[in-house]
């Protein structure tokens, strides 16, 4: 699941999705100067040539005429539409010709959307199955001419266009046949540009890509042909403009006007390559964490942009390019060692919108203090007494049960257990968001937030309940601020209750006719727990944290993981004693465990959202993790990681098994 530090981050918004998940590294020379700023009066003066990179957002779609046909069969046809969600990253250099006219070259990759649906180009139904297209990238290298006016650039674009996808058959037969290609064509279109900052321009863009037809054969003899296809996209972009080292920023701006809009852009990468060596294993189900060694890795880019639009108004959106595999398909161990796994899983990567949200906050006066600049919220003086309400698409995790020493897998613990409450089996789909509002009352030693959002319409979904209010997850968290020995500590208290369209594990076991085929017991009902979360501050160097989370275990797991109760705590340790101040050291253990139902499910053969080895010789799961974050420069971190997880998935027949992590982290 992906997940956001809130660490400040002091540089601007650079999606350097392309290189970072291509090669996983970046450097400090690409990281931009601080943000963030305000929108200028006007800009005085803007030096358009030089380098710049930058990312894109939008919509994208297509079309083609595809035909597959079996040995022997007639052929079948279709025509295929798709669209949706786009995101992806640019960079180009600019030369200005006197004062107005603008030659430049750019080059770029566009990410579809995660969800099938936005990029399937066609499924013809065959005689013997189904044979598939599916494109996952669509790249440009193009020319640019554009007349310049000020801060304005007006401009024509046109060139070389890639599109990469893959084609399956899936027999009714046989294993799936796979086959990966290319497809070149051109590409055309134009935007409009405008220099808001010193060294930033936004822009309004649209492409028109055309690409030849394919014709393959699989090597079971069915054969697939497209016509001429097409991929349209307007996209809204950021970039910035690089400059030489050692020279000043090329443009300067007014004192911001009055009431003029604020922003901040922020920025982050990680990248997670994680694995183990073989482990005993006296059987393996469906589900089962394979026992023979094998490594994978996981990288993200996330860009982090907000806006002050009025007094007390903050508008948050994150779009983020995601890529790889938790191990064994993020299967087989219910406190999983990688928070950035996705439960979906991508070979390439795709774009999704992590956060959109609008807050607005009331100040009730008296006292003020001042809030740092983060990922979701904007930095500034505001009242100690106060309302918020935040409203859109959410990461429960940024508002409710954070943890000062581990709550954020890009930087501190990764064990799913470990990071968050293992048994708060909080509102997401499989990328870990939802859609829902968050009110918040902000006192001085106290705080209590409430929310509702969206449940997934089923367990482990990426689609919601949209029966409002009778279905989704009610939550309320209290939080109090103390000191102790002269050092300051909170505790929060969650409580939460969903109301969803889910089986139950009694119900399951008591019809031997379902053949353990949850499913078909599902139907409206209530699921609660509780989380308890402690942090504490032991010197100004070593934190102390721990949690206790329960849930009444009756039910599928809706969102989370396969955990009824888990115990977890540890400390938090920087590294000013041995001259590396920077550094941090973690050690932490978890205790996990399912109710007696579910073990009784999973004993006969069940499996849960994560776990299901067809049988079960239950203990408690038992985790022990412990890091070491290198800081290398500012905000970029090298982590190496151990996890020992004795009786995985509850099952004492399977394991221990150790899992050894190495995890790159810059936030911009």
């Known amino acids: 699941m992906p997940l956001l530090t809130r660490r400040t981050m002091r540089a601007a918004f650079a999606i350097t999705a392309f290189h970072v998940l291509s090669n996983g590294v970046a450097t400090a020379a690409d990281i931009p100067p601080p943000v963030p700023f305000k929108a200028a009066r006007r800009i005085l003066a803007y030096d358009w040539s030089g380098w710049y990179f930058g990312g894109h957002v939008g919509f994208g779609g297509g079309s083609a005429d595809v035909t597959a046909t079996d040995p022997g069969a007639v052929p079948a046809s279709q025509q295929g539409r798709y669209s949706g969600l786009i995101g992806g990253a640019q960079a180009g250099y600019n030369h200005l010709l006197g004062h107005s ?21 066609g499924a013809v139904p065959t005689a013997n199955g189904v044979a598939t297209q599916q494109w996952d990238i ?3 290298f193009r020319g640019r001419a554009g007349v310049v006016s000020g801060p304005w650039l007006l401009y024509a674009t046109g060139g070389l266009a890639l599109a990469g996808g893959r084609y399956q058959n899936d027999q009714l037969i046989g294993d799936p046949e796979k086959v990966l290609r290319m497809q070149a064509g051109w590409s055309a279109g134009g935007g409009i540009e405008f220099a808001f900052a010193p060294m930033w321009t936004a822009r309004l863009e649209y492409l028109y890509d055309r690409f030849d037809g394919t014709r393959l054969t699989f090597p079971s003899g069915t054969t697939f042909q497209s016509s001429s296809e097409d991929f349209q996209s307007v996209r809204l972009g950021l970039n910035y403009k690089l400059r030489p080292p050692g020279t000043e920023a090329a443009a300067t701006m007014q004192t911001p006007a009055p009431g003029a809009p604020e922003w901040q852009i922020h920025g982050q990468t990680t990248y997670i390559q994680q694995g183990y060596s073989a482990f005993r294993a006296a059987y393996t189900g469906a589900q089962s964490l394979n026992p023979n060694a094998q490594t994978k890795n996981t990288a993200s880019a996330t860009a982090f942009v907000g806006v002050r639009p009025w007094e007390g108004g903050e508008l948050f959106f994150a779009p983020e390019i995601a890529q790889g595999f938790g191990l064994n398909g993020t299967l087989g161990v219910a406190g999983f060692p990688n928070g950035e796994a996705q439960k979906a899983g991508f070979p390439y990567p795709h774009y999704n919108t992590s956060r959109a949200f609008l807050r607005q ?6 006292e003020q203090e001042n809030i740092e600049s983060d990922t979701v919220h904007m930095g500034g003086k505001v009242d100690v007494s106060r309302v918020s309400v935040t409203v859109g698409r959410i990461f429960v995790p940024d508002f409710i049960d954070t943890n000062a020493y581990a709550d954020e897998p890009r930087t501190t613990f990764l064990n799913w257990s470990i990071w968050a409450g293992g048994a708060f089996d909080f509102p997401a789909d499989q990328l870990g968001y ?27 979904s990426n689609y919601y309940d949209m029966h409002l209010f009778s279905r989704g997850e009610y939550l309320v968290e209290l939080e109090s601020r103390y000191t102790l020995f002269g050092h300051p500590g909170k505790l929060r208290t969650i409580g939460w209750v969903n109301s969803a369209f889910t089986g139950s594990f009694s119900d399951t076991l008591a019809n031997p006719a379902l053949n353990l085929d949850i499913i078909q017991t599902r139907e409206g009902r209530l699921k ?15 934190g102390l944290f721990g949690r206790w989370s329960w849930n009444d275990g009756k039910t599928e797991t809706m969102a989370f993981t396969d955990i009824n109760a888990s115990l977890s705590g540890g400390l938090s340790i920087k590294g000013k004693a041995w001259g590396r101040p920077e550094d941090t050291v973690g050690i932490a253990g978890a205790v996990n465990s399912i109710s007696s139902s579910f073990q009784a499910f999973v004993a006969a053969g ?21 890091y070491y974050a290198i800081s290398l420069y500012k905000e970029t971190t090298l982590t190496l990681d151990y996890q020992f997880i004795a009786n995985p998935a509850y099952n004492a027949d399977r394991g221990p098994v150790s899992v050894f992590s190495g995890r790159f982290h810059a936030e911009f």
């Open 101 to 121: 006219l603008l030659l430049g070259v750019e080059a770029d990759v566009t990410f579809l959307n995660y969800f099938a649906s936005n990029t399937i180009a």
């Open 138 to 140: 669509v790249s440009t």
């Open 606 to 626: 069940g499996a849960g959202v994560l776990i299901g080895d067809g049988a079960l010789n239950y203990h408690t799961e038992d985790v022990l993790e412990t």
């Open 361 to 366: 906050t009331w100040g009730l006066g008296g």
């Open 528 to 542: 609660w727990g509780y989380v308890v979360n402690l942090e504490q501050s032991l010197t100004d160097q070593i």
């Open 434 to 460: 939802s859609w829902g509002a968050i009110v918040e009352l902000n006192q001085k030693n106290w705080a209590i937030r409430a929310g509702y959002l969206l449940m997934p319409s089923e367990s482990n």
